[in-house]
């Protein structure tokens, strides 16, 4: 198994020459997944533990495992089936099979790990991330691959009590909650009033498209009076999506609502729509932003969520479905209020810190935004309620100490036992 990118050769720790023996494998990943990782690995490896993490290069270049002290090891596990792909990728994880635990994020790299575990004592442990929600001969594969992780994983972790459902259901035989915090946002030091300039001075350079006009036709509509900073400018309210721009996240929806939010005087006609993040539906999304002059700005990605959640009324999650998104937990943990689709696991994440709405409704979505923004007393009482909830959130230690606990109640054999206890704790 060729291993790359040793903090030996670099900065960063080194990797410990005794101790327990971890292996992450993980698939293709820019955002959560791949955070949580590099947390845990980091987590570990500064309690002694050799850990290994398996992936794509990307995700090393993406999360600097290595910096962290782990080693990495290039497997091309991709986003999609690809036979050739995966056969590669299971002879390559072979070679984990001397792990005291093998930890999968995610189907395809759970999948794809059980079978190169196939016969041998290692323990496996799959949190699940996301649902599989595709339909056709992909759901199909999928639903395959789910099988072979529900009868194949020690210890099966989920995100959502409907994966677990799903997991108990065919047959797992030990299934228990993740834990995926968010990470603590850096301070960078801009104020509020910094964030707000920037993002409405970014507003005004484009200007309002006329529906079925684009603002790259250098043919802009004269911006209204709160567009162009004006007074009324200064104070219009934000409301903030971070999400990939991928099918999922039911971007469609949130467009869908923002067009019942033309620019006008009352402070709810006003809002504007700010999607940090990137991914394949953008061109889709921006056309119809530009057909329709939509309040919605794609500011792509962005690395100060926290700032612009200080200069949010709220957090506004459209998404089909979701685990534990870590947007979520940043808004809870700033006291923002947040509008999100009552899927997966996101009930119980938010509790009385947002308003729930049905997947695919946009009028319920708006209203619970325009509510927001004219009834003072009730926002407040929603931040408030957002910051406490954010406040009994677990954090890094606790991610830690959980799957701590869970390798400990594997052996080799994959069973609950003492040996690799004593050896893990």
């Known amino acids: ?19 327990p023996r971890v292996a ?73 099979r001397g ?44 639903g395959v691959l789910e099988r072979i992780v529900a009868r194949r994983a020690d210890r099966i972790l989920v995100v959502s009590p409907d ?22 946002l850096a301070a ?25 006009e684009s603002p790259e036709s250098g043919e802009s509509a004269e911006p209204e009076p709160a567009e162009r900073g004006e007074p009324g400018g200064a104070d219009r309210p934000i409301l903030l999506t971070v999400a990939r721009l991928a099918q999922q996240k039911g971007l469609e929806t949130l467009l869908d609502a923002a067009a019942s939010f ?23 999304l921006q056309r119809r932003i530009d057909a329709e002059g939509l309040p919605v700005r794609l500011l792509g990605d962005r690395r100060d969520v926290g700032d612009l959640l200080a200069v949010a009324r709220a957090l506004v999650v459209p998404s089909r479905w979701e685990g534990q998104p870590l947007s979520v937990q940043e808004a809870l943990r700033s006291g ?7 899927v997966g696991g996101i009930p119980p994440m938010v509790g009385r810190g947002g308003v729930l709405v049905p997947y695919g409704d946009a009028a319920a979505m708006s209203e619970a935004v325009r509510r927001i923004l004219t009834d003072d007393e009730f926002a407040r009482e929603l931040a408030r309620e957002a910051g406490r909830r954010g406040g009994e ?33």
Request: no cysteine.
């Open 262 to 284: 033309a620019p006008g005087s009352a402070p709810e006609r006003r809002a504007l729509f700010l999607v940090a993040g990137d991914g394949p539906l953008r061109g889709e």
């Open 24 to 96: 992450f494998v993980l698939g293709t990943s820019a955002g959560g997944v791949g955070r949580h990782v590099a947390m845990l690995a980091a987590g570990l490896v500064r309690r002694g533990h050799r850990v290994v993490v398996a992936g794509p290069p990307s995700t090393e270049e993406t999360f600097g495992f290595t910096r962290h002290g782990a080693r990495f090891v290039p497997v091309p596990i991709s986003d999609r089936p690809r036979p050739g792909g995966d056969l590669r990728a299971v002879r390559v994880l072979r070679g984990l």
């Open 163 to 184: 994966l677990g459902d799903r997991m108990t259901a065919l047959g797992a035989g030990h299934v228990e909650a993740a834990v995926v915090p968010a990470p603590e």
């Open 1 to 19: 198994m060729a291993e790359t990118g040793s903090p030996e050769a670099g900065k960063g720790p080194r990797m410990a020459e005794t101790g």
């Open 336 to 342: 923002t209020p947040v509008v999100a689709t009552a």
């Open 99 to 142: 792990a005291d635990a093998v930890h999968a994020h995610g189907l395809r790299a759970g999948a794809l790990a059980a079978l190169a575990l196939t016969g041998t004592r290692t323990g496996l442990v799959v949190t699940l991330h996301n649902a599989a929600t595709a339909g056709g001969v992909v759901g199909a594969i999928y």
């Open 188 to 212: 960078s030091g801009r104020s509020p009033e910094e964030v707000r300039a920037e993002l409405l001075s970014s507003v005004e350079a484009v200007g309002p498209a006329e529906p079925g």
């Open 393 to 425: 959130l677990p954090g890094e230690r606790e991610a830690l100490e959980a799957v701590l606990a869970v390798y400990a109640g594997l052996d080799r054999a994959g069973t609950p036992g003492t040996d690799l206890r004593e050896k893990l704790i």
